[in-house]
C-alpha cells in the first residue's frame, strides 16, 4: 500500500501499490492530484509479452516469471529516481487508452503525442 497526504487538506489517503503515478480525488477535499511512485520499487517491461511490471528492489537480477505471459524473466537492476519528472523539464500525462504514464517534455504542451504503450494519442 502507498501511505500519503493530501496535498490541499492534509487526509491521509491508502492506495494499493498499483495506483502509483496514477490521478485521483481526495475523498475529503475532493482536488485532484496523482499517487506518488513507490520509490523502492523496480519498474519494467515484460521483454516477451510488454507487461507493465513494479516489482521491489529485492528482486533486481533475480528470475522470475511474468503473470501474464508466464514466460522467464531477469528483473532489471534498481536504478534510484535521481530527479522528479517536472525538475528535468517534464510534464506527467496519464495515457486514456491504456494508463500509461508519459513524461514528455514541457515543450510538448498542447500537442498530440503517440502512447509508447499502446499506440494512442494523447494530448498533453
Do not use: W
Not at 55 to 78: E, M, R, S
Amino acid at each position: 500500500m502507498i501511505e500519503f497526504v493530501c496535498t490541499l487538506c492534509g487526509e491521509r489517503l491508502n492506495v494499493p501499490d498499483h495506483f502509483a503515478g496514477r490521478p485521483y480525488t481526495c475523498t475529503k477535499c475532493h482536488i485532484d492530484g496523482v499517487v506518488p511512485e513507490r520509490h523502492d520499487r523496480i519498474k519494467f517491461h515484460c521483454t516477451h509479452c510488454g507487461q507493465h511490471l513494479r516489482v521491489p528492489k529485492a528482486y533486481a537480477g533475480k528470475k522470475a516469471t511474468c503473470p501474464k505471459c508466464k514466460q522467464a524473466l531477469v528483473v532489471p537492476p534498481f536504478k534510484p529516481k535521481t530527479e522528479s519528472p517536472s525538475a528535468s523539464g517534464t510534464v506527467t500525462v496519464v495515457c486514456p487508452m491504456c494508463n500509461g504514464i508519459l513524461h514528455p517534455s514541457k515543450a510538448s504542451k498542447g500537442q498530440m503525442i503517440t502512447c509508447p504503450n499502446c499506440n494512442g494519442y494523447v494530448q498533453t
